[in-house]
């Protein structure tokens, strides 16, 4: 079946750490997303890369990085820079023809709790 | 700047109907999309409108005014598996862009 995969689920990490959240997609999409939600927030904006090997910050990409070496794969780096890192990560996708429906497919989701 | 207003909350009954509302000021507008998020899962697609007018879809209908900045999503015979957060969202571009989030209204349907 295709889809967008993350893992892990819940993540916990100490103060001071960084920690990489993982994003897979089997759907051939072009463009793949990073969103942050906390309670009240909505979806915030970290990262995005229409192609392999380009990516662009977002609103809020601060403490973070990202690579995107192979079309199907995103990993979020959240490094100790971040400083308040607790919250839940989104990953999406989406293809586009120019002019057309962006549709955003997202991923599960991952917790990330810093103790 | 990018700003989309939608309500925090709402509380609706079982079985009736309800309309959450959207109005946005985006750079550019090329299509307005609805999501429904259960809580601590995913976004998913409910709905996408890009001319003015109703789109409809089941329980589900959604309405655009690209001259007011305005948009609804209607729910009909309203369940309990409907609670849940319905996110507005503007793509502001062409192509594969992020599209620009309101924060999300939680609805609540009780008996």
């Known amino acids: 079946d295709g889809g967008i995969t993350q893992s892990p689920k819940y993540l916990f990490r100490k103060e001071g750490q960084n920690v990489t959240l993982s994003c897979e997609q089997n759907?051939?999409?072009?463009?793949m997303y990073w969103y942050r939600q906390d309670p009240g927030q909505g979806l915030r904006l970290i990262y995005y890369?229409?192609?392999?090997?380009?990516?662009q910050k977002g609103d809020i990409a601060e403490g973070y990085s990202v690579s995107r070496e192979k079309k199907e794969s995103f990993p979020l780096t959240v490094t100790s820079a971040q400083k308040n890192p607790t919250a839940f990560y989104l990953c999406?996708?989406?293809?586009?023809?120019?002019?057309?429906?962006?549709?955003?497919?997202f991923g599960p989701g991952t917790r990330l709790t810093v103790l | 700047g990018q700003n989309i207003d939608q309500p925090t909350e709402m509380t609706a009954t079982e079985g009736a109907i309800v309309q959450i509302n959207c109005t946005y000021q985006?750079?550019?507008?090329?299509?307005l999309f609805w999501y429904q998020q259960h809580a601590g899962e995913a976004p998913t697609f409910l709905s996408y409108n890009v001319l003015d007018g109703l789109e409809e879809k089941g329980r589900f209908s959604s309405f655009l005014s690209r001259s007011k900045g305005y948009s609804y999503l209607l729910l009909k015979e309203l369940q309990m598996k409907d609670s849940a957060s319905y996110l507005c969202a503007v793509n502001s571009n062409s192509g594969n862009t992020p599209l620009v989030f309101g924060k999300g209204t939680r609805l609540s349907v009780i008996a």
């Open positions: 890369s229409q192609i392999v090997n380009d990516f």
């Open positions: 985006t750079s550019g507008f090329n299509g």
């Open positions: 999406a996708s989406s293809i586009a023809a120019r002019g057309g429906k962006n549709e955003q497919f």
């Open positions: 759907l051939n999409h072009d463009a």
